[in-house]
């Protein structure tokens, strides 16, 4: 069965540190995507990063990084420099059904960042 | 700053009452979603849309929940009749480039619905 998994209902970070979110999945499947969406309380998804299973690089985008570990199965979040603005719900999602375009989520992980 | 847009934001309704939600996806994406999003279930596909035609709905309750594509600007959503237990969130997400690995979906600010 094709799942995504997040671990850590909750976690805290100091304000400035970094922090590493996981995410595993489990699919069978050569070709998919792997996405992380933001949800702060005012509850828009909102698009973070993409990866590709085929990219060799791991995806950045600004102060968000896709630590992606094929051969694990995993795509752990990194945000490095951490604001308070940060803290919020942050959902996995896989694309495993490529000719149909359809997001699978994780249950999410609630970000807190203290001051 | 294109956007997907939803309407309304907030509904609150009795049960049996119809209720109609609206999405009008960015301009030039091909492809759009209805997802719910629940404490207990978290986000579900309900149905999907590509290029208007249906493809897939299987995640949507058939006797009461209804999905349509007018044109291309306009996506609808409708429940009836409602009952409590629809009550959740409920997002529309747009893509461009559908079937592609790379294909985001940008999602709209959602619908509140609650039925008392």
């Known amino acids: 069965a094709q799942k995504i998994t997040q671990t850590q209902p909750g976690m805290f970070v100091q304000e400035k540190e970094a922090v590493t979110l996981d995410c595993t999945y489990d699919?069978?499947?050569?070709?998919?995507?792997l996405f992380w969406y933001k949800q702060p309380s005012s509850g828009e998804m909102i698009f973070l990063i993409y990866?590709?299973?085929?990219?060799?690089q791991n995806a950045t985008e600004g102060r968000y990084s896709l630590n992606f570990q094929k051969a694990r199965k995993s795509a752990n979040l990194v945000i490095s420099a951490s604001q308070l603005g940060d803290s919020a719900m942050y959902f996995c999602?896989?694309?495993?059904?490529?000719?149909?375009?359809?997001?699978?989520f994780g249950e999410g992980t609630q970000l807190t960042v203290n001051p | 700053d294109a956007r997907v847009t939803q309407t309304p934001r907030d509904k609150v309704t009795e049960m049996g009452q119809e209720v109609t939600m609206r999405c009008q996806p960015i301009?030039?994406?091909?492809?759009v979603f209805w997802y719910r999003q629940t404490m207990m279930q978290g986000l579900e596909l309900l149905a999907y849309?590509?290029?208007?035609?249906?493809?897939?709905d299987s995640g949507m309750p058939k006797d009461r929940f209804s999905a349509e594509m007018p044109d291309a600007t306009l996506a609808t959503l409708k429940i009836q009749p409602s009952e409590p237990r629809d009550s959740a969130v409920y997002f529309c997400?747009?893509?461009?480039?559908?079937?592609?690995?790379?294909?985001?979906?940008?999602f709209g600010p959602g619908t509140r619905l609650t039925v008392l």
């Open positions: 997400a747009s893509g461009q480039r559908a079937g592609a690995p790379g294909d985001t979906q940008y």
């Open positions: 699919t069978s499947d050569q070709s998919y995507g």
């Open positions: 990866q590709g299973s085929y990219d060799e």
């Open positions: 999602a896989m694309r495993f059904d490529l000719s149909g375009s359809r997001l699978t």
């Open positions: 301009l030039g994406h091909n492809t």
């Open positions: 849309f590509r290029n208007r035609a249906p493809l897939d």
